[in-house]
């Protein structure tokens, strides 16, 4: 099992116990640890209060210093750090109404979401395990610590983690935690969008997404999110690990619908890429030659056509029509990328200044349908990338 970043935070648990308190690595790294998988990032827990770390280590980061955690940096690597705590009452089902901290480990993992993310780790590899958390590991369950409808109504995206962790991990949610699910999903419609996509990034990526999307539905839980509640997500499937993105177009697509994607309050760049994936669905089944391939190629990029045709069986579960493989297979793209004469507008031999000139007439929207046509007859090898053959070109096609 991969021990290599638990050694590299080691010396930060031995500095913390040399000044007189405890210190373990708690939550998702001991979780993948003991499952043998992959370790992304080491969080640690310690009877320190804020105040007390700071004074303890040369350089922190006091990123989230009021809910106890502080940023330590060693060796060039941040590390956070946080007081075992307790809470008191939740309020918007998402966040307490305070926080205090504790001296107790116990106190500290029994505030928890999960028994498989509340368990610790000493740094000589020695677990502390207080709601059988190994046990649920070991049955690849999934089970709140202590009263799941407690859990649950203390922070609705409990519920979405769950669900993320059912995916992730292709574990089973234990009876009693999925029916208080269905009893406070309600609940998520107090959450920020931004912390549901969050989750749903990872879920819809996960191994085992296939049951985690049907219990989704179940739900009922895109009836209280934005953006999702005005679809209808019965209609659509999905049975094997996807990107958001290309998940999301696929919602498009077999909606046919004007759902603003602002709603998602994602990045333009993440707007761009779901935009050009829906583009590709909707135009690929008009793809019947290779003058038409070629084209597709240069208009939507190669990586954005792989990724479309590595979801192939996610389009038919859908009925999205995709193109016919004879023309439209891995081999023919790649091809035909090899051999663009352009790749973009800014690479042909003349732009709308030429055109202007040569044809002494004003700028309009002609220009940009004149420019196109150029871009089509050159990809299409019927006019060479030459200025001179280019103007000539104008000349012969434009008229004045």
Do not use: C
Not at 70 to 83: A, M, P
Not at 208 to 228: E, R, W
Not at 330 to 357: A, M, T, Y
Not at 376 to 400: A, G, R, S
């Amino acid at each position: 099992m991969g021990t290599e970043l638990f050694n590299q935070a080691k010396p930060i648990l031995e500095k913390i116990e040399q000044h007189g308190f405890e210190a373990y690595f708690v939550g998702g790294s001991v979780r993948d640890y003991l499952m043998n998988r992959h370790i992304h990032d080491i969080d640690i827990t310690t009877s320190a209060t804020p105040d007390e770390i700071e004074s303890i280590f040369e350089k922190t980061i006091p990123i989230g210093r009021e809910h106890g955690t502080i940023n330590v940096v060693y060796q060039g690597t941040n590390y956070e750090v946080t007081t075992f705590r307790a809470e008191a009452e939740y309020v918007d089902h998402r966040r307490p109404s305070e926080v205090y901290f504790v001296r107790d480990l116990k106190e500290d993992l029994q505030r928890r979401d999960f028994t498989i993310n509340a368990i610790a780790m000493d740094k000589n590899f020695n677990i502390y395990d207080y709601f059988e958390g190994d046990v649920a590991l070991n049955q690849h369950i999934i089970k709140t610590v202590g009263d799941a409808k407690e859990r649950f109504k203390e922070d609705a995206l409990r519920i979405l983690r769950g669900l993320r962790f059912q995916s992730q991990l292709n574990f089973t949610i234990e009876g009693d935690t999925f029916e208080a699910m269905k009893h406070q999903i309600a609940n998520v419609e107090h959450l920020s969008i931004e912390r549901i996509v969050v989750e749903l990034k990872k879920l819809i990526k996960g191994q085992n997404v296939s049951q985690s999307y049907l219990n989704l539905i179940d739900l009922n839980f895109f009836n209280y999110v934005p953006f999702f509640r005005s679809l209808d997500m019965k209609q659509t499937k999905v049975n094997s690990p996807i990107s958001f993105e290309l998940w999301i177009a696929i919602l498009l697509t077999v909606e046919q619908t004007n759902t603003s994607l602002s709603d998602l309050k994602i990045s333009n760049n993440e707007k761009t890429k779901i935009n050009q994936y829906h583009k590709i669905m909707i135009e690929m089944p008009q793809v019947s030659s290779k003058e038409q391939l070629k084209l597709f190629v240069y208009d939507y990029g190669i990586n954005n056509i792989i990724d479309i045709i590595a979801i192939n069986s996610i389009l038919e579960d859908n009925n999205i029509k995709i193109a016919s493989p004879l023309i439209f297979n891995l081999q023919s793209i790649k091809e035909i990328d090899q051999h663009l004469p352009i790749r973009s507008r800014r690479e042909l031999n003349i732009n709308g200044g030429d055109i202007l000139r040569i044809t002494s007439k004003k700028s309009g929207p002609w220009l940009k349908e004149v420019l196109r046509q150029i871009e089509i007859d050159v990809l299409t090898n019927k006019v060479p990338n030459l200025k001179d053959e280019l103007l000539k070109w104008v000349k012969e096609n434009v008229k004045i």
